[in-house]
């Protein structure tokens, strides 16, 4: 029977302290604590159903999973779909998961620097007038805030199937000084990517046709070191097999 009111939903979601968190402040620092291990931590910021989280901790046992919501309704809905993945599994636990009742706008509050791995924005709220632009979540205000909780490996990957809010993102990324990478105009095109986990917004966005916009941001000094090598040795083999020379990134 499905729980009504918020009153129930709060009670459910209260009965679930290994899986939902509801003063994520309290673990400020200690993420690790809670998940009794050293693993990265990647989150989604608005992960809405849940369905992209609980999926992605279900595939990738070794990270630890944050799925970010305002409301409660959410939360309980994303219990109810992580516990399901990891019945699937076989496992009765969700033991790489944590959803967790937040507002970016106080991510600071929840996480010590450095204490994130990957932050996934999917089909973050547009907010197509451009006087709420301060509330887009790849605001230059907010690529801050993910640059301080991010580690030396940190990335963030987005995704979105408005042009508005990519157009905007690209733009507030680069001022942010920020390196961008994997850029798609139309994640889709050739055929569903079976290799990235789809969310609720995507899913319904692709079955209407709609393209999807997506690219990753290179934080950390230790990921962007690694990007540029890589980008170095890529341009070095162009160069052998006899394509055009173009000088490696600093
Ligand atoms: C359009 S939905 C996308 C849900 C999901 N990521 C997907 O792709 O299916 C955006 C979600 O972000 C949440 N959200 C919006 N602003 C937020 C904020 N400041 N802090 C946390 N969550 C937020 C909303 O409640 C909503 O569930």
Known sequence: MRLRGRKNIRESLEQQPDLVVLEPQQWKGRWHEFFGNDHPIHIELGMGKGQFISRMSGNNPQINYIGMDIYDELLRRGS?????????????????LA??????EYLESMFEPGELSRIYLNFSDPWPKSKHARRRLTHPRFLMKYKEALDAYGEIHFKTDSLTLFEFSLNSLAQTGLQMRNISLHLHREGIRDDLVMTEYETKFVGQGMPIYRLEAVIGDKALAEYRAEVARELEDQARRGGAKEPAPE
Do not use: F, I, S, T
């Open 99 to 104: 959803l967790v009742r937040g507002n970016v």
């Open 80 to 96: 109810e779909k992580a516990r399901a993945v990891w019945r699937e599994n076989g496992q009765d636990r969700v033991p790489n």
